[in-house]
């Protein structure tokens, strides 16, 4: 099946869609060399006909109808770029349904609606590609579909959003509190208006589900994936995770231990040697551990309109080159068995605690007796502060299951020693278990 | 094109063929599912029928005669792990000639005959995958053939042999020199006996050729590399590096500058805070600049049985795949101009000299205005310590093209106030353009 040429539809025009123009314009003719064919873009889906757009693109391109792109026979690829889940999801959907192909960029409903998604794909022969739902311009999905195929998957840390590594940062170098770090990530457009799903973690948290599902060959949402976000992060656990070697990072983890997938979003202390802890200001990278390859780590620009456009026009050339040689599907969900969450009572953690406790002698062996008796043991303890009249506690713990270690806590809390439990967070990139 | 299994042959059973073994026996399963059928090793091409081999194989399987593989129809897949030029090439070659797709681990092939090979692979319509021949397990073909398809590649820096990047990593660590750590890595296994390819920079310039080929879509031999390997580093240099805020690696260049390519192997300087800095030990770790994309790394074990295994393996899980589905050459060269390649007397860069000099007034007057005069500006100067009679100077220029720089330490070592140059490095990974 000899090629003139391939037609794409864009379904959206904001940041990345702009990127993706730009990038066909600038690399025209080598990614033409590398499809054996042109690519062009033969419509372009947006909300309003009259905006004055940064790139100057021919206005015959535009339209408000999806249809003129969904029932459009010319077009072979449909590039989705709206985000958000509708009407996203139903617009992919009916493209497939249409035979055509898809590329997005769109983690949310990746995330949530992959069955769906690639049962369709399956169903219609479709190449449904989805690069930049993860890591933006880093290329993690293609790797870990293909050149780690060959690996059982062990581990993957991810530093998957840049907003809040730009923040944690921000804080570990300059010592600034959470409230004016965040201001600044908002007036330099690192950090929404409402920052809620990058600080909060559910932003993480969906890539993570997609990075699981792929890694495990288990469906993974982002229901599965248990939540925390940095908002309680303060300058005095920044100062101590420095002290004692450590950097704080908002890391999504994702692990399977006997059988079972533990899949969790948390900030977390991990050893200022780790690979990660480099990864610094609004990068992301994606650490990995597989049977055969051991530790890998691929780092990159996790947003941005060049490097989200980077991904995306990687998977439409892909797309293309499949139309070119006259294959589908070569690759497609690779959810191929049912493998259950790991509660997260059950997941086994070191832990870093921050607490005030009454400054007066055998306090310590109070609370050291607390956390014995729930199998808590500790690694470190440091005391050397004092916080109006209450001495500053701060515990390294060895690795314990979460359970243990809420009894222990709440043990404490019922007990008369500490006044306040300041900060848990747990301990990462060790070797634990 | 339904397929019931897909048939493959070794050639080799070293180190890499026995981690292709295992692979395939710990995850079939998985590897089956991802493929839609079974793989299965049907002739293994060895040396020696009677040798004890580590892993359990049946003895039916090996062969001392490479024409039970090349000319056996029922394989589909011929996998090259012999390593050398000799008689690996002929083989591959060979093989494609008898329609078989081709998986090779082999730097110096591809390095070296990389136009024949994938002419061949053209003419005769065939998978060619070398993903294992640079970085070992770590994903960066594929990674720069697919997921960053779309840029415009302006820059790779490797750090892409582990025995250097070991010895390095120890003598920065602990502080020995070059013979006591290469002896060191010896003993265990990091470099081989005859350790000339590695400490001397060849088998990086192997892997660097076929970076910047894959990079900037010309072919780039090895013989087009300029190459310094480490034997010339001293302790003195590592503890300078250090108290400028650099460290020293052997580094892996490729540059596209106005049309023209620079690609080189040397050692560098390179600020403690580049990703790269991080990269110690065995580890390797390519980055790359895109224009789109903008800075990616990606990092792993460069070497070793099951990590460059895991890279084989999913090559031939990638071919198994194109088997599968009916499809061949979906990828091939992508070599598709001639660029020049720049001179290495035109290459700019930043330098560090360390030099003995008379201790006497005026000397750091004579030496300042020899390199003022061939343009060579100072960043910053280090004078603090007496060898024998004579000052210990350093030095750090701004950026300066080679040739100036070699005609101006021309003119020192021919003046008579410097007893000996002891080190010139480059430094890199800094904005120096």
Known sequence: MKRDIVRVGLLGMGTVGTGVMRILDDNAENITRKIGCPLRIEKILVRDL?????????????????A?????????????????????????????????????????VVAK????????????????????????????????????????????????????????TKMSQEGCDFDSVLKEAQAKGYAESDPTADVGGLDAAR???????????????????????????TPEDI??????????KLLGIAKEVNGEVEVRVHPAFIPQTHPLAAVNDVFNAIFVKGDAVGEAMFYGRGAGEM?????????????????VHGVSSRIL????????????????????????ALDRPGVLAVIAGAFGSHGVSLQSVIQKRKVNSDAEV?????AVAEKNMRNALRMIELGDVVREIGSVIRVEGGNLE
């Open 50 to 66: 009259s905006k004055t757009r940064r790139l100057s693109v021919d206005s015959a391109l535009f339209t408000t109808d999806v």
């Open 68 to 108: 003129d792109i969904l029932d459009n026979p010319n077009i072979d690829i449909v590039v989705e770029l709206m985000g958000g889940e509708r009407p996203a999801k139903e617009y992919i959907l009916e493209a497939m349904r249409k035979g055509k192909h898809v590329v997005t960029a769109n983690k949310d």
């Open 113 to 168: 609606y992959g069955k769906e998604l690639f049962e369709t794909a399956e169903k219609y022969h479709i190449d449904l590609l989805f690069e930049a739902s993860v890591g933006g311009g880093i290329p993690i999905i293609r790797p870990l579909k293909q050149c780690l195929a060959a690996n059982k998957i062990q581990e993957i840390i991810g530093i998957v959003n840049g907003t809040t590594n730009y923040m944690l």
């Open 207 to 233: 890539k993570i589900a997609i990075l699981a599902s792929i890694a495990f060959g288990t469906r993974v949402s982002v229901d599965d994936v248990y939540v925390e976000g940095i908002t309680n992060i």
């Open 239 to 248: 100062a101590y995770a420095k002290e004692l070697g450590f950097v704080i």
């Open 307 to 323: 490097p989200t456009a980077s991904a995306v026009t990687a998977d439409v050339i892909d797309v293309a080159r499949d139309i």
């Open 333 to 356: 969900c690779t959810c191929f068995v049912t493998k259950p969450i790991r509660s997260m009572e059950e997941v086994p953690s070191s832990f870093y605690i921050r607490l005030l």
């Open 394 to 398: 701060v515990l390294v713990t060895n």
